[in-house]
T-cell receptor
């Protein structure tokens, strides 16, 4: 595997389900990010981790819970989501905060 | 408030017809400006980083330029495979760590 990988690529869940999105980066980077991409809207930064420590949380609802067990892996735990949470969720990584970010392919999430 | 505006929203070109995409930005001190390409159903692919006014970067048929208020992505003699959405993002000095502010993108279609 190379670059940034994400699983699953597609996810359909009910409002009462609990699921997790997984991201892995194979670039030796120190920072990892979660973004949300909705139709007709710019990418929205959700969370930033640096060396496994969360450094930014852009006012994201608590139904989204990130976890970064090590510098290569990032999870987004989902519970009691709303239909408006349906979107493409993108993971990215960078060498540090000031470098270009490299994105994974995303997880297309549909909340019924 | 830091802001990024891209124009046009959509651009249709004939193969070989050169054109430019615009990214206007307002930030309290620019740390860097980034261009990405995004194909449908995929994550953004990094193209260029520009740091200071007057800087230019080139890659194949693409050339990115930067002034104090805007950036242009020039596409010379485009091919159908250049069809994608092109995203611009800025990072502000003193802004939240790792926080890229994205525009909504320009959707480029190149017809043979």
């Amino acid at each position: 595997e190379t670059g940034v990988t994400q699983t699953p690529r597609h996810l359909v869940m009910g409002m009462t389900n609990k699921k997790s999105l997984k991201c892995e980066q194979h670039l030796g980077h120190n920072a990892m990010y979660w973004y949300k991409q909705s139709a007709k809207k710019p990418l929205e930064l959700m969370f930033v981790y640096s060396l496994e420590e969360r450094v930014e949380n852009n006012s994201v609802p608590s139904r989204f819970s990130p976890e970064c067990p090590n510098s290569s892996h990032l999870f987004l735990h989902l519970h009691t989501l709303q239909p408006e949470d349906s979107a493409l969720y993108l993971c990215a990584s960078s060498q540090d905060y000031n470098n270009e970010q490299f994105f994974g392919p995303g997880t297309r999430l549909t909340v019924l | 408030e830091d802001q990024v505006t891209q124009s046009p929203e959509a651009l249709r070109l004939q193969e070989g017809e050169s054109s430019s995409l615009n990214c206007s930005y307002t930030v309290s001190g620019l740390r860097g400006l980034f261009w990405y390409r995004q194909d449908p159903g995929k994550g953004p692919e990094f193209l260029f980083t520009l740091y200071s006014a007057g800087e230019e970067k080139e890659k194949e048929r693409l050339k990115a330029t930067l002034t104090k208020k805007e950036s242009f992505l020039h596409i010379t003699a485009p091919k159908p495979e250049d069809s994608a959405t092109y995203l611009c993002a800025v990072q502000a000095r003193g802004g939240s760590q790792g926080n890229l502010i994205f525009g909504k993108g320009t959707k480029l279609s190149v017809k043979p």
